[in-house]
């Protein structure tokens, strides 16, 4: 059995899970319908008596949040929100996140339960290395190792070399990183022929789930164990789930109300004050299942698939084709057909454009795409290869 940070909460009776799922989401719906006109609108008269009655209660999606910007999903007024964060909704546009004073000490303290699975304790050095991109992912996994006890080195440098040192130098030994960072360091400690055991690393905290070899790779490279993350930016990332020493990421159920429907992961935040939300629609793959596992932790199991939107993730940074179509609307090109596919850290964007945008000079067509390469990259931080097509001609 691994350490638990709350066993009084991640190894809950069926019994007494159900009861206090229960009660959570009445109070939800009592504070909704109370303080969000939207859900007001929706719940009517809705009322649960059991937690099958779930399935009957209306559904929130994306779009309801890019629709309610900036304010209009919160619960409270915004003179009892201390922080905001925000992320990019389907259509491009913003998604704001509010939290509370309380927010925060539950997002640190759900936090916390993933690092102690990991592991930590208050004897750790934990190096948080994201890059400028996941500023609100570093701050989750910041508030969770204090509140675990252990030493933070908050630094987030973007050149690997430096990082290296720097583990070296602070002697960290957990590492919390996205896999991509992860592969890089693996990179330069392979070109400077340096034995991983040489530092003292035994955890990786991965931001997101991986595959069995990505795992494996990193684990060799590194010389330490690995544990991926699971959250969304839309409620708290990280913080939804906890992976266990078995790899199973077992949702916080005393926190979150999960459901499939049609295979699609469905959330319900029970503890959420700031902005609350009901039956969240998250465009993300899934399957649930109930597995007693060595670890005792009793909380059900999630196996996250893709996306079930036309969101892709570049280099760790997810896009939506709306932010593509945006971009290229403000542009000399305007809006014209275009393909996106992902070649390893790039993105490659085939556009159709006319003759008389580009002209027949080959000279105007390189200046136009080194142009729109370098502004892509400084509005997304997406490396973009950009590629001109033509029914009368091939790619350039």
Known sequence: MSPLFERDREALRADQLEQLQLERLQALLAR???????????????RVESLADLG????????????AFPYGMFALPLREVIRLHSTVGPDGRQIVVGHTRNDLD???RLVARQLVAAGVTGNDVLQICFGGGFFGQALGYMRGAEVAGACVIPEDPFHVEYQLDLMK?????????????ARDLVEVIRARRMDPQALELRALVLSRPVGPEVREELETGLFARAFCGFGLPEILDPGLAVECPEHNLHVSEDHFLVETVAGELVVTTLAREAMPLLRYRTRVAAQLECVKCPCGRTGVVLRPGGRLDDRMTVNEVPLYRAQVEQFLAQTRIGRQPFALSVAGRTLELAVE???????DKMGLLTDLKAVLESEFQARFGIVADLRFTSPSRKPA
């Open 32 to 46: 909704l319908r109370r303080n969000v006109r939207r859900y007001r609108e929706l719940l009517g008269d809705a």
């Open 353 to 359: 454009v006319s003759e008389d945008i580009v002209g």
């Open 169 to 181: 130098n602070y002697r960290a030994t957990v590492l919390i990183t996205t896999p991509s960072n």
């Open 56 to 67: 009957r209660l209306p559904a929130t999606t994306p779009e309801n949040l890019v629709e």
């Open 106 to 108: 539950q997002w640190g």
